[in-house]
């Protein structure tokens, strides 16, 4: 059984830094595309940011691009996503998720993470 669990979430002010992590297990993931989204009250699901577990490609959103890092730890099978100079609008529930290379449909999805940023 394939899981994605993520970790880390919590409050922090505004300037701040969070680490979030996500846990996978239940299948190799040499093929795949590990992504973290976010979703904030109100709004639609945001890709943040993606990693090709094999080779280690990243892309950001522009939203986020310079101060979050995506990466990968092969040997703990985890996902981690290290985020620093947090603004207030980057407040929302993380999610971990992953798909094939050749396909769109991101299939594996973690139950989320809570990351409150304050004044």
């Known amino acids: 059984q394939v899981q994605l669990v993520e970790s880390g979430g919590g409050l922090v002010q505004a300037g701040g830094s969070l680490r979030l992590s996500c846990a996978v297990s239940?299948?190799?993931?040499?093929?795949?595309?590990m992504a973290w989204f976010r979703q904030a009250p109100g709004k639609e699901r945001e890709l943040v940011a993606h990693?090709?577990?094999?080779?280690?490609?990243?892309y950001y959103s522009d939203s986020v691009k310079g101060r979050f890092t995506i990466s990968r730890d092969s040997a703990k099978s985890t996902v981690p996503l290290q985020m620093n100079r947090l603004k207030l609008e980057d407040t929302a529930v993380y999610y971990c998720?992953?798909?094939?290379?050749?396909?769109?449909?991101?299939?594996?999805w973690g139950r989320g993470t809570q990351v409150t940023v304050s004044s």
């Open positions: 990693i090709t577990w094999s080779g280690g490609g990243t």
């Open positions: 239940g299948r190799t993931f040499t093929n795949y595309i």
């Open positions: 998720a992953a798909r094939e290379i050749s396909r769109i449909e991101w299939r594996y």
